[in-house]
């Protein structure tokens, strides 16, 4: 821990990155789930 203690982007930016991920995801089958429910009525 002490190599990294100076290095906060080490942790934070990896964290954020899987962050969007995720939210971007939800966010994509989220729309998609939607598209297909238009299309069913």
Do not use: K, Y
Not at 1 to 11: E, I, L, P, S, Y
């Amino acid at each position: 821990m002490a190599r990294t203690a100076g290095q906060w982007w080490t942790f934070v930016f990896p964290g954020l990155l899987l962050a969007v991920a995720v939210s971007g995801f939800n966010l994509l089958a989220d729309g998609i789930e939607r598209a297909r429910e238009v299309t069913r009525h």
